[in-house]
């Protein structure tokens, strides 16, 4: 096998590189989002007083 068909190993790696980065990033993303709509069910701290 000569060096310049061996191109499939290469784009394995990246292909899992790119995969790897693609989960992490989507991970991120809905953890963040999850913790933004937590904060916004949370009432406030102190109810307004009315009399």
Not at 5 to 10: A, L
Not at 16 to 23: D, F, K, N, V
């Amino acid at each position: 096998m000569s060096d310049e068909k061996d191109w499939t190993g290469k784009a394995a790696m990246a292909g899992a590189a790119i995969g790897s980065a693609a989960l992490a990033a989507a991970l991120l993303y809905a953890s963040r989002r999850k913790e933004r709509a937590a904060a916004r069910r949370k009432p406030p701290v102190e109810p307004p007083e009315t009399d």
